[in-house]
């Protein structure tokens, strides 16, 4: 592809996860095990829910805990104050819980072969229900039979018998959510570890929970033992949905089929009350590493500047862009000339967000642009997303949030 310099002074937010939010491992764990192909071969044998699409949103709660075995934790430190029987030293720290709770989005993007997800991820900020978004996203590449777990065919669960199976045991049971009850199926893996709850008549996944131990890396307790944690998940589905967005029928841009790379740098801004704001350097780098007919897979690896002496922070996501979705890498451009700014794409009635048309016309250098706005009604985030309107390339995304009142940049410098 020809190579070209993005000379629009519009920003782009990476796709940085600057926080380790606890529950994204509730997501992280279901949507890329890919359990139920493992544990039943012949899943491949038989054809999808037909109520999956494109443009089908699953809305789930997600919690998780981590929890110290142990008050004390234990790390080598030469200057550390307690000493082994072998000379060794150690610091000593306090072991610390960490727990959250949020939303869970699983959008598809595309429903032939291979299926593809784009999952979001939202942080409450309290027990009063104040949702907010540090733009983790992840993505899930799988077959459309049971991508990701979320799903079994109906067909499938008809044919299980209950009963116990070495480690598995499957059991029919009513299973009351939401004010309705489900005529269900259950899978218990490990006396109950891991559990996943299915709808027997849609096959859509109603509850997944689980429950792990695992050391923390490089760490002991005073016996010189590997220090452990447990990880507690849990995932109940709260509501389902199907978008229709606007471009969602057009053809995507011909340069997805050739696009390897592309380049982003900017920075990250925290504002502080009653001082100077304190940016620090980002810079973006996009692989192209999966493609289809109309969706991309891109692994991103985003490096934030550090203090002098300190290596830079590195981060890495892998992230899709495909016709059914908002926020992607691209949007068809035929279909710009019938987008007007103010234009209301879509509200979310679970997260409250607002899709709209922000801006539509001339950057400074005279490249036409069309912005779409993603916004929390409570006012605690928001992300512009700019595109250009000959190729449909997005060129800037802008991320505010307000708990860490925190800006989010990046420019477009380099596409290969």
């Known amino acids: 592809m020809e190579r070209i310099k993005g000379r629009c002074r519009v920003v782009f937010f990476c796709l940085l996860c600057l926080l380790l939010i606890p529950f994204t491992t509730s997501a992280t764990s279901l949507g890329a095990e890919g359990f139920m192909l493992t544990v039943f071969p012949q899943l491949k044998e038989y054809a999808p829910p037909i109520w999956s699409r494109e443009g089908t949103r699953l809305t789930y709660y997600t919690a998780s805990a981590i929890i110290p075995d142990g008050r004390d934790v234990y790390f080598r430190d030469e200057e550390g104050d307690w000493v082994d029987a072998q000379g060794n030293r150690y610091r000593k720290e306090e072991g610390h819980s960490a727990s959250g709770h949020g939303l869970m989005q699983v959008n598809v ?15 409450y900020l309290d027990l009063q229900g104040h949702l907010t978004s540090y733009n983790n996203r992840l993505s899930v590449v799988d077959t459309p039979v049971c991508a990701g777990d979320f799903w079994l065919p109906p067909s499938f669960l008809a044919s299980l018998s209950e009963g116990t199976w070495g480690k598995l045991r499957i059991v029919r049971l009513p299973y009351s959510l939401g004010g309705d009850t489900f005529n269900a199926i259950r899978f218990h893996y490990k006396e109950g570890r891991t559990v996943f709850v299915y709808d027997l008549n849609s096959g859509l996944l109603l509850y997944y929970g689980s429950a792990g131990f695992g050391p923390l890396q490089d760490s002991y307790t005073q016996e010189l033992d590997s220090f452990t944690s447990t990880h507690l998940s849990h995932v109940e589905l709260l509501h389902t949905r199907t978008i229709s967005w606007p471009w969602e029928r057009s053809l995507p841009p011909e340069w997805i089929q050739e696009v390897n790379y592309l380049h982003y740098s900017g920075a990250l801004t925290t504002i502080v009350p009653d001082s100077s704001p304190i940016p620090i350097g980002l810079d973006l780098e996009m692989h192209i590493t999966e493609r289809g007919s109309d969706w991309i897979r891109q692994r991103s690896l985003a490096h934030l500047d550090s203090p002098p002496g300190m290596p830079p922070s590195i981060t890495e996501a892998f992230t899709v862009s495909g016709l059914v979705q908002l926020g992607g890498l691209w949007l068809p451009p035929q279909i710009m000339d019938g987008l007007s700014s103010g234009d209301v794409l879509d509200e979310d009635p679970i997260t409250g967000v607002i ?13 036409l642009l069309v912005s779409i706005k993603e916004e929390s009604k409570q006012g605690t985030f928001y992300n512009e997303f700019y595109y250009r309107q000959d190729n449909g390339l997005l060129v800037g995304w802008i991320h505010y949030q307000d708990s860490l009142n925190m800006v989010q940049e990046l420019y477009l410098s380099y596409v290969d």
Request: proline fraction near 7%; glycine fraction near 8%.
């Open 109 to 123: 993007v595309t429903r032939d072969e291979p299926t593809v997800l784009d999952i979001h991820l939202y942080s």
């Open 355 to 367: 899709s709209r048309v922000s801006f539509k016309g001339p950057a400074e250098d005279g490249t």
